[in-house]
């Protein structure tokens, strides 16, 4: 008998762990750096939030797909590898998700390094056009992984969260690195600090749905034989 997939409910409960998860680590990583006088340092925060990732991944993937993004919600609902009614859905699960764990780190630390926020270190066109080109190669991976029956389990853990560690050690400086509205949102609405918020927006949906459609085509051009192979 095949097993039946998760309910809607518990895929959404899922997505709400893994991206509580996500800031509850990473911002909470950034704000520990602050207190510490710079314990963690700039790479151990990068490589914080790749590890939770992966961890969230592994833990999470087979329930909901461990999307804990809207940007890559909606760059598989655009690939048609995720039904569109449930894009509200899982948005709202990740933005409370992000926001439970910022308000747990505020109460824990108080409103310390703008709770983690992503914040512009460039002029704003630089930062929306950075965070365009991170998350394309973030979703072009992602696509990789979730579309070839190769990729399981751990080796998808590995090569997102990879994904995620690189982009993030190299890229703070300019953008913050996020990739992810709701790993944006959280600590903008629990710090109150909006700078350049629609930045991280903008960037990562533009990069995800372009690495969606891009990798699909290339998949489909992929498995189509070539007229000079027939």
Not at 18 to 29: D, K, N, S
Not at 44 to 68: P, W, Y
Not at 94 to 112: D, P, S
Request: aromatic fraction near 10%; charge should be neutral; include cysteine.
């Amino acid at each position: 008998m095949a097993q039946r997939p998760p309910s809607i409910a518990r895929r959404c409960v899922a997505e709400f762990i893994g991206t509580f998860g996500l800031l509850f680590a990473g911002a909470g990583a950034i704000m520990i750096n602050e207190i510490s006088g710079g314990a963690t340092t700039h790479l151990g925060i990068g490589l914080v939030f790749g590890l939770t990732v992966a961890a969230m991944i592994f833990a999470t993937g087979h329930i909901s797909g461990a999307h804990i993004n809207p940007a890559v919600t909606l760059g598989f609902a655009l690939a048609r590898h995720f039904p569109w009614k449930l894009v509200p859905m899982y948005w709202g699960s990740q933005l409370l998700g992000a926001t439970a764990a910022c308000l747990i780190l505020r109460g824990l630390f108080g409103n310390v390094a703008d709770m983690g926020a992503t914040l512009p270190g460039a002029e704003e066109w630089v930062v929306v056009s950075f965070e365009a080109l991170l998350t394309f190669f973030l979703m072009f991976v992602i696509m990789a992984m979730a579309t070839d029956v190769r990729a399981v389990g751990a080796a998808a853990a590995l090569a997102i969260g990879g994904t995620v560690a690189l982009e993030s050690i190299f890229g703070g400086p300019i953008s913050g690195a996020s990739m992810n509205p709701a790993r944006s949102f959280g600590p903008a609405l629990v710090s109150a600090n909006w700078t350049a918020h629609w930045a991280y927006w903008i960037g990562p949906i533009v990069g995800a749905a372009a690495a969606a459609f891009t990798y699909a085509w290339l998949r489909e051009s992929n498995t189509k034989p070539n007229a000079e192979d027939q």
